[in-house]
C-alpha cells in the first residue's frame, strides 16, 4: 500500500518560513519524481515545485523562484519544500505528489495535503 504524508505546515507571519516534509512509503522512491501542488480556497490547484528522480533537477513556478527550495533525500524516502519569505497569497493547502511514467502508464500517488496559513 502506498503512503504519502505531508508534515509541516501551520500559521505563519508573513516574512516567515515554513519547512514541509513528505514521507512516501509502498513504492521505491528513488523512482519517483516528486512534486508539490497547492490549492487556495475557491482556486484551482496548481503546481508549486517539481524535482526529478535521478539528476535532482528541480523546476518552480515563476512566483516561487527565488523563495522555495524543493529537495529530496532518497535515504529516507522524503522530499522538502523550504519555503522563505511567505507572503499572504501563499496560503493554500499543499499537497504532496509522486508521479512516475513507464511506458503508456502512469502512477500518480497523493497525500491527504498539509495547510499553510499566512497571516498576521
Known amino acids: 500500500q502506498v503512503q504519502v504524508v505531508e508534515s509541516g505546515g501551520g500559521l505563519v507571519q508573513p516574512g516567515g518560513s515554513l519547512r514541509l516534509s513528505c514521507v512516501v512509503s509502498g513504492v521505491t522512491f528513488s523512482s519517483y519524481g516528486m512534486n508539490w501542488y497547492r490549492q487556495a480556497p475557491g482556486k484551482e490547484r496548481e503546481l508549486v515545485a517539481s524535482?526529478?528522480?535521478?539528476?535532482?533537477?528541480?523546476n518552480y513556478a515563476d512566483s516561487m523562484k527565488g523563495r522555495f527550495t524543493i529537495s529530496r533525500d532518497n535515504a529516507k524516502n522524503t522530499v522538502y519544500l523550504q519555503m522563505n519569505n511567505l507572503k499572504l497569497e501563499d496560503t493554500a493547502m499543499y499537497y504532496c505528489n509522486a508521479a512516475r511514467n513507464l511506458g503508456r502508464l502512469e502512477f500518480n500517488y497523493w497525500g491527504q495535503g498539509t495547510q499553510v496559513t499566512v497571516s498576521s
Open positions: 524535482i526529478m528522480r535521478t539528476d535532482g533537477d528541480t
